[in-house]
Structures are given as structure tokens and as C-alpha cells.
């Protein structure tokens, strides 16, 4: 009787089962559950499904037992199913969302990661952003913001860093550019021209979000607050996937329709199972130098999304002139006029979530990981000016 092969051996013939659907095989996706070979010649082999009625069950069925029976010494297969669990299907997704975890260390001294996504555009979330950031860091928290809005990046400009250009440190990691209070800033608007992301689609994007988590040195930070697009594309399943811990706060207008917009992205959140931090109410209302108050986009969305969400609403943030002149001259209205009332609205959300997040140490607290040198080839370089010394 030939010799039996080993379960490595059947481990390695069983790469050639390929999961049309994932377009990987089954051992890379880690569907073998168990092999067991008899000395019969009788080799038994378990594979996890993703759900219990795959449909494609039996090409797993006659692919594995093809597989097995080609092997030297083997007389019959058994092949049976079982479904993987919750935690391994996570596992999966993000292994195909970007082949695999980020690198322990990558954010291994960042306590609290916050996406803060909108439903629609233009309703102030990358100020809501900025402002947010300088409002934790005047309550004396480390911030750092990451701008994923890569169609519409504009925390350089609020931030005042527009002609910065982020270096490279002895480490090889991206040191990012640092606004007042020590406010760390990664944007891809430090990389590109103007206007060259947007092209950019699912893939090029998914890369180039996961090497601003990975290759840019964050150090140690009490907030890492996320700018995403408006809306619920690719950017905010990447991070999702990227970030299985970070939360979710929404920036919404008053207005009903911006406010049902909104609950979609909050439904994507849910989705992807990040969990709601709360509900930021932009543009609520507008008070003449009089005293009198103009409720410009309606009243009460923010509040109606939050009870829906059964989230707190963290604050309502009033139109004020000085919040976009400062925007726009490059100082977050939190920092350079903190009686504003826009600003003081801010101050308050950023008690709040300070109050909803009491976690003081990181969060991972892994070993920082040998850096790995950034690439930066998804990063389309600048053809004038561009000092990264990285060539
Ligand atoms: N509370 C406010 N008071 C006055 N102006 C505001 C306020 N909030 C936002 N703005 C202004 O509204 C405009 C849009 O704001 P911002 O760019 O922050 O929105 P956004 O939701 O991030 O937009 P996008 O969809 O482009 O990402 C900017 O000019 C900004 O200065």
C-alpha cells in the first residue's frame, strides 16, 4: 500500500480549490476547518462556509475530494461542511479587504479613533472636524486628524499647512505636519495636484487610506479624528475594515432631508458595525448681532436623528461668519476666537465625547512593529516642489 500523504500535504493540494466567488483558495481563506487522514487510505476533510445554503457548496464538494484523490495513496474523500463563525467571518473581511490586519503598532498609541462622516455634502463636516480637534486638544488631549476625504480634502487649507510638505524620519514613517497645539495633520491634498484624486477609485483609494494608517508616525494620541466623504462610499467600508474600533459621529443640518440622508450613512455604520458615537447638529440656526434668530435650515434634525440612532446628540452648532473666515484664514475657529458661539458649541461636543470615551490608555497596546519603508506609489508624487526624501 503507498504511503498516506500528510495533512500538510493535503493542505497544499487543497490551494487548488478556488472560491469563485472570492477568487482565492480555500486554504489561504482559511476555510479548511479540519483534515484527518486514516490509514485506510480514507482522508477526511471539513470546510468552513460563510453562510450554511452556499450555493456553491458542491464545487467545494467535488473540488476538494478532486483535489485529495489525486494524491498518491489516497482511497476515498469525505467531505463535509460546517459555517464559520462570526469572529472568522470578520476575520475574512478584513483579510480581503487588504490582505490582512494592519501591522500590530500601526496605531498602537491611539486611544480613540472617530470617523466623522455626513450623509450629504456641504454640511460642514470637515469643520465640524478641524474645530473638533481643536476643542479636544484645548480640553488637553493629543489630536490627530486624518483627511479621507480625498475628493474634497481640506483640513491643509483649515489647518493653515496648505504648503506643508510632510517628511520622512529616521524610522522611514511619514511625520505628519504639525498645526497649532501640536494638532498632527495627514492629508492626501500634502501629495498630490490639485484635484488629481479624483480619479481615484475603490482599490488605489483602500491603499492609500491603509498606508496613512500604517506608515504615518501618529505617535501617541488621545483622538485620531477621521474626515470622510460625504455619503456612504468605498472610503468609510475601507475604514471600517481597516478600523474594526473606531466610531462614528454624524454631522447633519436641521433640515429633515439632510437629516434622512444621514440615517443612511448611519445604517452603512451599522453595517459595517461601527459603532455610533453621537449626532453633531451644523448650521443650527443663525443670531443677527440683534439677538434675533433665524432658523436658516429648520429646527430639530439633529435631535429627531439621535433619538431615531438612540445616540446622544453631542451639540448644536450655530452659522457664525467668523467660523468660515477663520476656516478659510487657516485657524480653527476653536483656537483663534473661543467666545464665538459656533466655538463654544464645539467646546461642548468635545466634553461630550470626552465624557463617552473615559479611555485614557491605548487602546492596542501592542508592540510598536519594525517599520516597514513607506512606498508612497499610490501617491501620485508632485512634479514641482515635492520634498519627500524618500527617491
Ligand atoms: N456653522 C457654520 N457657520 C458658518 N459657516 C459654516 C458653518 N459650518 C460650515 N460652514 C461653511 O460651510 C462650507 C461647507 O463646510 P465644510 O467644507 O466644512 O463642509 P463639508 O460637509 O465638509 O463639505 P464637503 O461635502 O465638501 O466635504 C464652508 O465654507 C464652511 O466654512
Keep these: ?20 466567488e ?38 467545494f464538494q467535488t473540488g476538494v475530494a478532486n483535489a ?31 490582505g490582512g490586519p494592519l501591522p500590530s503598532g500601526a496605531l498602537a498609541q491611539v486611544a480613540n479613533v472617530i470617523c466623522v462622516g455626513s450623509g450629504k455634502g456641504g454640511v460642514g463636516k470637515s469643520s465640524v472636524t478641524a474645530n473638533l480637534a481643536a476643542a479636544l486638544s484645548a480640553e488637553g488631549k493629543k489630536v490627530g486628524v486624518l483627511d479621507a476625504d480625498v ?6 487649507r483649515m489647518f493653515g499647512l496648505g504648503a506643508q510638505r510632510p517628511k520622512v524620519n529616521e524610522q522611514r514613517r511619514i511625520v505628519p505636519p504639525e498645526a497649532q497645539d501640536g494638532i498632527k495633520v495627514m492629508s492626501i491634498g500634502f501629495f498630490i495636484e490639485e484635484d488629481a484624486a479624483v480619479v481615484w477609485r475603490g482599490p488605489m483609494l483602500h491603499k492609500a487610506l491603509q498606508q496613512f494608517l500604517e506608515d504615518v508616525d501618529w505617535g501617541e494620541l488621545d483622538y485620531l479624528l477621521v474626515d470622510l466623504p460625504p455619503g456612504t462610499g468605498d472610503v468609510g467600508m475601507t475604514l471600517a475594515q481597516l478600523l474594526p474600533d473606531a466610531r462614528f459621529l454624524l ?16 445604517e452603512m455604520a451599522a453595517k459595517v458595525r461601527l459603532e455610533i ?12 448681532p440683534g439677538g434675533e434668530r433665524f432658523a436658516i435650515f429648520g429646527e430639530g434634525g ?24 477663520q476656516a478659510d484664514a487657516g485657524t480653527p475657529l476653536v483656537a483663534a476666537n473661543p467666545d464665538d458661539p459656533a466655538a463654544q458649541a464645539i467646546r461642548q461636543t468635545a466634553r ?34 515635492m520634498s519627500l526624501p524618500m527617491a
Design 352 to 385: 461630550g465625547l470626552i465624557a463617552q470615551t473615559p479611555v485614557a490608555l491605548p487602546v492596542m497596546q501592542t508592540a510598536p512593529a519594525a517599520p516597514a519603508p513607506p512606498s508612497l506609489d499610490v501617491i501620485p508624487p508632485r512634479p514641482a516642489g
Design 302 to 325: 439633529g435631535q429627531l436623528l439621535a433619538d431615531e440612532l438612540g445616540v446622544p446628540l453631542l451639540g448644536t452648532v450655530p452659522l457664525t461668519m467668523p467660523l468660515r473666515e
Design 251 to 266: 454631522v447633519t443640518t436641521p433640515q429633515p432631508v439632510a437629516q434622512k440622508v444621514a440615517r443612511r450613512s448611519a
Design 151 to 156: 475628493w474634497g480634502y481640506s483640513q491643509p
Design 1 to 20: 500500500m503507498d504511503v498516506m500523504p500528510n495533512q500538510d500535504e493535503i493542505r497544499e493540494a487543497l490551494r487548488a480549490v478556488i472560491d469563485p
Design 22 to 59: 472570492l477568487r482565492k483558495d480555500i486554504v489561504e481563506l482559511e476555510m479548511v476547518r479540519s483534515i484527518d487522514v486514516h490509514e485506510n487510505g480514507v482522508v477526511d476533510v471539513m470546510v468552513s462556509l460563510t453562510t450554511p445554503g452556499c450555493p456553491i457548496r458542491s464545487h
Design 68 to 98: 485529495v484523490k489525486a494524491l498518491d495513496g489516497v482511497v476515498s474523500v469525505n467531505v463535509s461542511f460546517d459555517v464559520l463563525s462570526d469572529d472568522e467571518k470578520g476575520n475574512l473581511q478584513r483579510k480581503l479587504g487588504r
Design 277 to 288: 458615537a453621537g449626532v453633531v447638529e451644523n448650521m443650527s440656526g443663525f443670531v443677527t
